[in-house]
């Protein structure tokens, strides 16, 4: 039925699936983009290409460092590639992130706990919440990875059929919030593990300023902020926009199915040993979360850093943010997580029955790295891209060139960073993976605006704004066919056109929300996160 809704789609929607459709797979994208910049790389040395460094200086000229365009095809780049071929792709600063996040995350998710904890969430809400309730919890939701849409989306519209609401606006409310909020939360996660690691890659590849280290809660405040926006936004276009527009529900499905069939959820045979397992996690969240306390303020805390705002006499520096001596604590959160996911999910596991012993333990842990295949896979792409981009100095010199072209045209900052979320948002509509876009973005972007003044985490900031917003427009995102299939379970005649017109207007109001957001976020200068200014002083010359 899908198949046949895609062959006749047609129009601006029918347009971009056709193109989309077209592009080869991501891992396939870095392999020609590769290809591209060894040509590119090869004119731009002939030619002399060159930018003066922002921060080195020649020591035989004693003025800024010239940086000239080199060739990929020079033999040392050659030997470069091939000799150092495992360290580029190990150490890629994303994939120790996400490897070890998901790790915890796999346990979690494959226990049970990711799902009877959403589950529960939603169907103790009352009627007259539902609708915020769903969106709160698919969003905080985007921690579960594929839990969310497996289990959250389908559970929407059954307990809105139940509450005699339209099923199709409950799809329409938990899509929206996991996949178009899939940046929002009130904590950070696997997904700030993955785009930091980019953001370091890039800053790394850069040059621009070797101290400079990934912080995992670097957009915690904003990602806050962008949960408390979307909130009300996804509410109002459900219950005004969407649902008069679904009209009243009579009751029905198109195939007949009983809840059990629809939700893979594990609290509906047996609701008292879900909760006992939820019991469980939850001593053992607060376990990991002691844990972690204890370190920060227990006596000789490993993870404060007192020294950072001690002079060499023993006196403390002036006006030294208590964030420098956290750093550790800031950067320990990826181990945090792992162990968090891990001891709940373990705990859930135990208590259900679904983890018997230390063998089923392990064997989630394994499952979930196979799930991750396909992302290595693409790292490996990526990290060459990335790694063969900084050897070039094309990087460099692109967003030296372009930071001037900006600060030429007058245009006002937190406009040019607006724009850079429309811009992201487009792209969107072509390549899905968030991963993929940052890769090939951050290379460029993440430079050009520190140059700008603007932090790495405050692009990447930018950045999750325009790629959460449209995921849920675009049939090229890879749960779209899926969601169809939820919706059509419901209505049976229920295809591509009408699955993307329901969800245009939240992608529209999210857009706009988030392009407000991160322009007025950036204009008040107000820190995204723990120790993540929005604004951004490159070091001086030669320090």
């Given amino acids: 039925m899908a198949e046949a809704n895609v062959a006749t789609q047609g129009g601006i929607l029918g347009w971009v699936e056709r193109t989309g459709n077209k592009l080869p797979d991501p891992v396939f994208i870095f392999f020609y983009l590769i290809i591209a910049l060894v040509a590119i790389s090869v004119l731009c040395a002939a030619l002399g290409v060159s930018a003066f460094h922002p921060t080195q200086i020649d020591e035989a000229s004693g003025g800024a460092l010239r940086i000239e365009a080199v060739s990929l095809l020079a033999a040392d780049n050659i030997q470069r590639l091939w000799v150092e071929m495992p360290k580029t792709f190990t150490h890629f600063h994303p994939l120790g992130y996400v490897l070890v996040v998901m790790l915890g995350a796999g ?13 529960k969430a939603v169907k103790g809400a009352p009627v007259s919440l539902l609708t915020p309730v769903v969106a709160l919890v698919a969003m905080l939701g985007n921690h579960a990875a594929d839990a969310g849409y497996v289990v959250l989306i389908p559970l929407a519209g059954i307990l809105f059929a139940a509450a005699g609401r339209h099923p199709l606006a409950g799809i329409a409310a938990a899509f929206a919030g996991v996949s178009g909020g899939f940046s929002a939360n009130i904590s950070p996660g696997q997904l700030d593990a993955l785009l930091f690691g980019i953001t370091e890659e890039a800053v790394n590849a ?6 400079w280290t990934a912080n995992i809660a670097g957009n915690w405040y904003f990602i806050t902020a962008m949960t408390v926006i979307y909130l009300p936004i996804i509410w109002y276009v459900t219950d005004k926009v969407i649902e008069p527009r679904l009209g009243a529900w009579t009751g029905g499905s198109s195939t007949g199915a009983k809840t059990a069939d629809l939700s893979p959820d594990p609290t509906a045979e047996d609701g008292e040993l879900a909760a006992k397992g ?9 376990f990991v979360a002691g844990l972690w306390v204890a370190m920060v303020f227990a006596p000789g805390t490993p993870l404060v850093n007192e020294a950072a705002c001690l002079a060499e006499d023993g006196t403390r520096i002036p006006d030294c943010s208590i964030h420098t001596e956290l750093g550790p604590l800031y950067q ?10 891990l001891f709940a999910g373990w705990a859930y596991g135990r208590a259900t029955g679904a983890i018997k012993n230390h063998r089923d333990l392990i064997e989630m842990m394994a499952e979930s790295m196979k799930d ?7 790292a490996f792409a990526a990290a060459h891209f990335v790694a063969m981009f900084g050897w070039s100095n094309l990087g460099l010199i692109t967003a030296v060139h372009g930071a001037a072209g900006i600060q030429a045209t007058g245009l006002p900052l937190p406009l040019v960073l607006g724009l ?12 899905g993976s968030a991963s993929a876009k940052w890769a090939l973005l951050a290379p460029i972007l993440v430079p050009m605006l520190m140059l700008l003044g603007i932090s790495p985490e405050g692009a990447t900031a930018a950045y999750r ?13 890879v749960y779209f066919p899926l969601i169809l299939v939820f919706a059509q379970r419901w209505q049976k005649d229920f295809g591509i056109g009408g699955l993307t017109a329901m ?13 407000l957001l991160i322009v007025a976020w950036i204009y008040l200068g107000i820190p995204l996160g723990p120790d993540a200014p929005v604004s951004y002083e490159l070091p001086s010359a030669g320090g």
């Avoid at 245009?504 to 929300?513: A, D, E, F, G, N």
């Fill in 107 to 119: 346990v979690a998710e494959r226990s049970g706990f990711f799902a009877a904890g959403m589950a």
């Fill in 206 to 211: 850069s040059a621009l300023d070797p101290s």
């Fill in 278 to 286: 939820l019991r469980a996690a939850g001593l053992a969240s607060l």
């Fill in 332 to 341: 320990s959160l990826v181990a945090a997580f792992f162990l968090l996911f």
């Fill in 372 to 378: 991750m295949g396909y992302y290595l896979v693409l």
């Fill in 420 to 431: 850079m979320v429309i811009f992201a948002a487009i792209l969107n509509l072509f390549v």
């Fill in 465 to 477: 704004v325009g790629d959460s917003a449209t995921n849920i427009i675009t049939p090229l995102m």
């Fill in 503 to 515: 969800m245009l207007p939240y992608s529209v109001w999210l857009l706009i929300s988030g392009v």
